[in-house]
């Protein structure tokens, strides 16, 4: 069975792999490629094509900018059968925009640090791995400085999104009471997502509203992060985006390591970093939930709501084993319960939970993946390990979806597998989960 379903998300990925050197997250439905995704998939390619693996990550990073900003779609080609596609985007508003790829002008979890070391572990040539990283990293360190240079606007080593499509969570619960903070206008656009996904998993028309007015306004400001700073009526302290830096930034001292002679950024690095899990436990933990949360930066407020990125910072070592222990309470009380799958992306117990509708509720496998790792180095192994049976089991059970319901006994009369098919950073993932 292992090796079955092994040979299938293989056939994914080859399927998915595109002539310039990148993988679509899923045919129809995302045609370019996404930042996070492209790590992820990096992985899982690392496994038994390195020069796919390689060649993923190079060309997400030569389409950076030069102000190390990396954006979150690369539309490499000319489909239409997203939006919306580069000509909303218009990426080259910004003066120092990639003149040669096309992109948004957001971008998405900074991942791509502790995917390279990832990469490392995985390779079987280390020697060959570690000069491709050679070859790669400065660019990598370049995004985090990005990141820390404009975006940690109150200097407390916490950077801010400034759109939902940046969170990667995209209509998550968590923003609606931002939603309710704004007023977009009614804009006429024609959706493609939903020709090709049940338009009951995907984010409604007036949500869609919302994403637009949010990159009306930066691109009525040429997309400068001062003015976004200042605009933008989405400005959040993600946990999860946060959490992804700070592993990132760990995974970056440890190969810069490696490399050796680069002991400025090994220094400013580990300054980052300090200032960033210091900031990150003194203002993002909700000690009477238990479990991290968002912070509003434009309404100053937190969002009290659990949801799997709450407990995303196990992935980067975070919280002390104390508070570890609570995250892990927290986790198994609202979505441990044996009736369900671990891990829904959001809290079900609320009455926002939503378990077929895209980040309102189903398990994601890329949050499943790092939870797995996240408890499994805090000692969890028990709970680990459910989390990766749990993972393995819904792709057996369902099949390569984007997203699953979290509950067990609706598989007795339907399908508990939503969004695209054949989806790439499920297969990525589940090789690696496999191995
Ligand atoms: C979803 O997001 C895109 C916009 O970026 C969309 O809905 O059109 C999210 O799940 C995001 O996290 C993911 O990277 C992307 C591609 O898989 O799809």
Redesign the pocket.
């Known amino acids: 069975m292992k090796e079955k379903l092994v040979e299938k998300a293989k056939e994914i990925l080859d399927a998915n792999f595109q002539e310039g050197g990148f993988t679509i ?2 045919k129809g439905l ?1 045609p370019f490629q ?1 930042k ?2 492209s790590g992820f998939i990096a992985i899982g390619l690392a496994y038994y094509n390195v020069k796919n693996a390689k060649a993923e990550i190079e060309t997400l990073l030569n389409a950076q900018w030069e102000n190390g900003f990396i954006p ?2 690369v539309f490499h080609n000319e489909s239409d059968t ?1 939006f919306p596609g580069a000509d909303f985007h218009l990426s080259k508003l910004h003066p120092l925009a990639s003149k040669e790829y096309r992109s948004t002008g957001m971008t ?1 979890p900074p991942v791509t640090g502790f995917v390279l070391q990832e990469m490392l572990k995985i390779a079987d040539d280390k020697k060959d791995m570690l000069g491709f990283i050679k070859s790669q990293i400065d660019k990598v360190y370049d995004n985090h400085k990005y990141f820390y240079s404009n975006r940690d606007i109150n200097n407390e080593g916490l950077v801010y999104i400034y759109h939902n ?1 940046e969170s ?3 209509n998550s619960p968590i923003w609606d009471d931002i939603w309710k903070t704004m007023n977009p206008p009614e804009y006429s656009f024609e959706r493609r ?1 939903t020709t090709h996904v049940d338009a009951s998993q995907r984010p409604s028309k007036r949500e869609y509203d919302h994403y637009l007015h949010i990159i009306e306004i930066a691109k009525a400001n040429n997309y400068d992060d001062v003015k976004i700073a200042e605009l933008s009526p989405f400005l959040v302290q993600d946990p999860l985006f946060n959490a992804m830096l700070i592993k990132s930034n760990t995974a970056l001292i440890e190969l810069y390591e490696k490399i050796g002679n680069n002991a400025d950024k090994v220094a400013q690095l580990k300054s980052w970093q300090e200032k960033s899990i210091k900031g990150f436990n003194a203002k993002l933990y909700d000690e009477e939930l238990g479990a991290y949360v968002h912070y509003d930066l434009r309404n100053n407020k937190p969002i009290r709501f659990v949801s799997s990125s709450s407990f995303s910072p196990l992935y980067a070592g975070i919280p002390d084993k104390e508070r570890a222990a609570k995250l892990v309470k927290t986790m198994m009380d609202k979505f441990g319960g044996e009736d369900k799958y671990l891990c829904a992306s959001f809290d079900p117990e609320s009455d926002r939970f939503n378990p077929k509708k895209y ?1 309102r509720g189903p398990v994601w496998i890329n949050l499943n993946w790092m939870l797995y790792y996240g408890l499994k180095d805090y000692g969890y192994a028990e709970i680990s390990e459910r989390v990766k049976q749990d993972s393995i089991a819904l792709i057996e059970n369902d099949g390569f979806y ?1 997203y699953f319901d979290s509950r067990k006994e609706i598989r007795k009369t339907e399908t508990g597998g939503y969004g695209g098919n054949n989806f790439s ?1 499920s297969a990525a993932l589940l090789i690696d989960l496999l191995h």
């Open positions: 997250p899923c995302y996404w996070w995704d979150h779609i997203y998405q499509w990667g969570t995209d997502d980040w984007e950073w």
